[in-house]
């Protein structure tokens, strides 16, 4: 099928040239991905998996057109224009690499990279390929997140003086729970900071427009055998500063009993309060001091960039994977040489890999560490 054939619809739902994925990686994420790229009117053309038995029955459930042996035929496949990588952390670099040198945009899983280097030059050789490519902060295309955003800027709250909040899971809780990402060499060094306080730093980031300056870190490994010996951490506490003033602090954990994906972020100025809770998408809290409300996601009395992002009516649930949808099509709008607000590139993976190295070297010197810029 030529590309000039398919069409794929956006977030803000118009009709643009075709998106053909190739997704490495056969696992829950790479399921999410072909939700996603479905949902925007995109194709599966191929996918690969870690072996070549792999392929082909995750091929079918996900309606792709056909399963590659290895990476590189999935690579050099004609019908592939955008590569989604999937896989553990350690191969990010070199597969996303090869992608863009095969002419490839990319869409690469979150944290970006094992280390901030190996992020910039991500980064760096994307740019100077002139492709696409993306890192999924998928809570940025929350609508009330755009909300928040937009008030924020419009200085609703006043002056920005204290974010905190925390991204809590319990999918590790016990010792004999194991995952790969539990072994630095791969997935890096900071497992439960690279996996979701990366989203949760750039979430702040994000919404107020402002930049964390400082961290002083501590790290903690409850279960430290998960069948062999652990070397990456269960709990990251975290205090920072910002470049505008704000002071805050973050919990991560994915070792909290009960919280299976809760992240938390609260704003406050000097004249209002915002609150997000990840669990409970469809509300915003705002609070004064004379008086506090609940903003509810209605299209209908939404600023527009939110209402761009409500998929669904008010009163029907939006969540995690509309989010990815809205991702994916917005990474397809850019593909189509447009320029979608917010869209999380990878010089923002590498940027959180900046702040994940600055937490890493506080937590082991025990005191404050700049971030680079």
Not at 41 to 70: F, K, L, N, Q, Y
Not at 130 to 151: K, L, Q, Y
Request: overall charge negative; hydrophobic content about 45%; aromatic content about 6%.
């Amino acid at each position: 099928m030529a590309v000039s054939e398919d069409t794929v619809a956006g977030a803000g739902g118009a009709t643009r040239p075709g998106y053909r994925a190739g997704i490495i990686g056969t696992g829950f994420m790479g399921r999410v991905h072909s939700r996603a790229v479905h949902a925007a009117g995109g194709a599966v053309a191929a996918v690969s998996g870690s072996t070549p038995e792999r392929g082909p029955a995750i091929a079918a459930e996900i309606g792709a057109w056909r399963a590659h042996p290895d990476t590189d035929a999935l690579l050099a496949d004609p019908e592939v224009d955008v590569v989604h990588i999937c896989t553990p952390n350690h191969l990010h670099e070199q597969l996303a690499k090869a992608a863009i040198a095969a002419g490839k945009h990319v869409v690469c899983e979150k944290p970006l990279s094992v280390d901030a280097d190996s992020a910039a030059a991500m980064a760096a050789a994307a740019e100077a390929a002139g492709v696409v490519a993306t890192v999924p902060f998928v809570n940025r295309f929350h609508p009330m997140m755009r909300e928040a955003r937009d008030r924020i800027a419009a200085g609703e709250l006043g002056a920005l003086s204290l974010a905190h909040g925390s991204y809590l899971q319990d999918w590790l809780l016990r010792a004999d729970d194991d995952n790969w990402r539990v072994s630095a060499e791969l997935g890096g060094p900071l497992r439960a900071f690279g996996d979701i306080g990366s989203h949760w730093c750039d979430l702040l980031e994000f919404v107020t427009g402002d930049r964390i300056t400082r961290v002083s870190a501590q790290l903690s490994t409850v279960h430290s055998h998960r069948g062999a010996p652990v070397d990456t951490e269960d709990i990251t506490t975290l205090q920072f500063a910002t470049a505008a003033g704000m002071v805050g602090t973050a919990v991560i954990s994915q070792v909290s009993a009960g919280r299976k994906n809760r992240m938390l972020l609260e704003i406050s100025g000097t004249e209002a309060t915002l609150s997000f809770d990840q669990e409970q998408p469809e509300l915003l809290w705002l609070g004064r001091r004379d008086h506090s409300s609940l903003l509810v996601r209605d299209p209908a009395t939404l600023g527009a960039e939110a209402a761009r992002l409500s998929r669904v009516p008010a009163g029907h649930a939006q969540g995690y994977q509309d989010c990815f949808n809205a991702f994916v099509a917005d990474t397809a709008a850019a593909v189509a040489g447009e320029s979608p607000d917010g869209l999380p590139r990878f010089v923002d993976g590498a940027r959180a890999a900046r702040i994940a190295a600055a937490v890493l070297d506080s937590a082991e010197r025990g005191g404050w560490v700049e971030v680079s810029p």
